[in-house]
């Protein structure tokens, strides 16, 4: 797509205009000063201009060691040096001579610089300074248009037959089905006029980073061949007050122009967050929010301007924006599945070269979890491992690399472990994989690596989910922990000592064990009863907890029973295949990275 720009006036460039006028105005003043050459004469020579009283000007320079002066009409500029003389004074006084302090800056080129060039410039960027805080501080209102910087800087997506289609978002089938209704409005907006139907005016787009959000608002208006006006949230909450309003009024105003079109805000939580009434609130956000909800209830449904909005953190949002008639139609953009990281896989493969016999299918299996930007960002580093190699194809092995790259950082190759670490390492991931796959509903290995990344892992065990996973049973859940627990249990058994590695798994345990307490009803003791409150769903999941002290210390409590009962597990399971444990770990610490086929036939025999 074609993306046209309107320029965008920072106040640099303002600075800028004014720094030239004062070069062009010292450029034009400067020489006439510098015509006034000094002149150097001897002592007796102004003296003898003393005795004649034509002297106009005097300057006694005690530190240079001379006498500036000029003659009677201050046209011409004479100095001299100084000679001891303790009359002089006196006699210049007599002579009519008049003592100043003006000629010194025409006589010290470094001070004459210094007061028409830096000052003026010091000056008004210390105004400027001074200005913009004043404005930063005020309310706001019409004084911040004064530089007339209201302007929107919305992205115009002309249209163009190259626009991204459906067809390149890949999975996501719902979030399409529920768009196209949209295109088919842009399409004849006359038929719904007809009917009376109004469209929703705007549309949420939900989920996580990463997803597609942008991708689809950009195939709607690709699809419905109509302009695509995209600002992002965080671009309208600018350095003064009432510029975001402004230029919410006028990304609306070039909208309702170029109508039908898509006007497309990202990271609307930027300027949408609920308002709270703690002193000192965002006055620029809620202006900016105001303006937004004005110009959403000011126009008809059926006008052709469709909004939609991307956001990860719904829930923040103010409910007045979630209102009827503003942004009331949802539509959620999940991470992907199996099927759907397969079809992204392959959409974004077509725009490398990819060998023959790619098992997308298999990558997409070990890529569980990742967004779409992540697999597209997988395909790109295996085209280019496989520049790197000097290979003109990306194979199977470059994507399966890519994977780990994009996941869990660049190999740290230079990482320099110490035997024993290494050894503890091997033990610690041997650990997680041998525990998972005693246990017949854990997910099998997919390849088990002791090669330090970037990310900080010393290791890693990739495990790999059978098809999807919807629901998971308390006993799968439990088993995880289990394996979470397994890498420290290994460490145990083998050294009798603990270490830090296990950090990371520690957190993960906790976490679930607390999730299944509090929010999956599976400890017997609360029923089913809702002890903590999911805030953000699809940042990591930020939880409040919804009970009283006591409560809390027995969700505690239970959470530390839980992981305990799920550790003893592990570290039964492990102390009874001890042989199995040892040769395993040998064979990792040895050969540094072990597949999920070599594992399982070393277990197998
Ligand atoms: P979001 O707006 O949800 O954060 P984007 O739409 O900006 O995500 O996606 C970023 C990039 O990730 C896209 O440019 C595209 O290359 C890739 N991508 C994400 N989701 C998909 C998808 N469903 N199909 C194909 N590519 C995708
Ligand atoms: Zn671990």
Redesign the pocket.
């Known amino acids: 797509m074609q993306e046209v720009k309107s320029p965008k006036k920072p106040l640099i460039f303002y600075y800028c205009i004014v720094l030239l006028l004062l070069l062009l105005f010292n450029a034009l003043v400067t020489p006439r000063l510098m015509e006034r050459q000094v002149q150097e004469v001897d002592y007796g020579t102004f003296m003898a201009m003393t005795e004649k009283k034509e002297i106009g000007l005097v300057e006694v320079q005690e530190q240079e060691n001379q006498i500036v002066f000029t003659d009677k009409d201050k046209t011409a500029v004479y100095k001299t040096g100084m000679m001891p003389d303790p009359n002089l004074t006196e006699r210049l006084y007599a002579a009519g001579a008049e003592f100043s302090g003006e000629i010194v800056e025409q006589a010290s080129p470094l001070l004459s610089a210094l007061l028409s060039w830096v000052l003026p410039i010091a000056v008004f960027i210390g105004l400027g300074q001074l200005l913009n805080r004043q404005m930063m501080k005020s309310m706001g209102g019409p004084n911040s248009m004064m530089f007339g910087m209201g302007k929107s800087n919305a992205k115009v997506y002309v249209k163009s037959s190259e626009g991204i289609r459906f067809s390149?978002?890949?999975?996501?089938d719902e979030a399409k089905e529920n768009l196209s209704e949209i295109v088919d409005y842009l399409h004849d907006p006359g038929k719904y006029q007809e009917i009376g139907a109004a469209m929703p005016k705007g549309i949420l787009l939900v989920?996580p980073?990463?997803?597609?959000?942008?991708?689809?608002a950009k195939a709607v208006a690709g699809e419905s061949n109509v302009p695509f006006f995209s600002m992002s949230g965080s671009e309208f909450v600018e350095m003064f007050v009432g510029m975001g309003a402004s230029k919410v009024r006028d990304l609306f105003r070039q909208a309702k122009e170029k109508a039908p079109c898509i006007v497309f805000i990202?990271e609307i939580d930027a300027i949408g967050k609920k308002r709270d009434s703690r002193m000192g609130g965002n006055d620029e956000r809620e202006q900016t929010l105001n303006q937004l909800l004005t110009e959403m209830d000011g126009f008809e449904g059926n006008n052709g301007v469709v909004i939609l909005a991307?956001t990860n953190r719904p829930e923040s949002l103010d409910p007045a924006l979630t209102r009827p008639g503003r942004f009331d139609r949802r539509v959620p953009?999940e991470l992907?599945d199996l099927k759907?990281r397969e079809d992204?896989l392959k959409?974004?493969a077509r725009k490398i070269k990819a060998a023959e016999d790619v098992d997308f299918e298999k990558i997409a299996r070990m890529a569980s979890g990742a967004?779409?930007?992540e697999?597209?960002n997988i395909v790109n580093e295996a085209a280019l491992r496989a520049v790197r190699d000097g290979r003109r194809f990306a194979a199977q092995a470059d994507f399966e690399e890519s994977i780990e790259v994009v996941i869990a950082g660049y190999q740290k190759k230079n990482a320099i472990l110490t035997d024993q670490e290494k050894w503890a390492v091997a033990y610690h991931e041997i650990g997680h994989a041998l525990v998972a796959a005693r246990q017949t509903h854990s997910a099998p290995v997919q390849k088990i690596t002791i090669i330090p990344r970037t990310s900080g892992a010393l290791g890693y065990t990739m495990q790999v989910e059978e098809g999807n996973h919807y629901l998971m049973t308390k006993e799968e859940l439990e088993n995880k922990i289990a394996t979470l627990t397994g890498g420290r249990a290994a460490e145990e058994v083998r050294f009798g000592a603990v270490s830090t590695g296990a950090a990371n798994d520690i957190e993960q345990a906790t976490k679930l064990a607390r999730a299944m307490v509090t929010r999956y009803g599976m400890s017997g003791d609360f029923d089913m009863v809702a002890l903590e409150t999911v805030t953000d769903p699809y940042l990591g999941g930020d939880s409040s907890l919804a009970c009283s002290p006591e409560t809390q210390a027995e969700v505690d409590r239970q959470v530390v029973e839980l992981v305990k009962k799920q550790h003893a597990k592990a570290l039964d399971i492990l102390q009874n295949d001890r042989p199995m444990l040892d040769k395993l770990a040998k064979t990792l610490y040895e050969k540094e990275t072990i597949t999920g086929e070599e594992f399982m036939a070393i277990l197998n025999g």
């Open positions: 390149d978002v890949a999975g996501e989920g980073p990463g997803t597609g959000k942008t991708m689809l990202d991307a953009v992907p759907g992204i959409v974004h967004s779409g930007a697999l597209a």
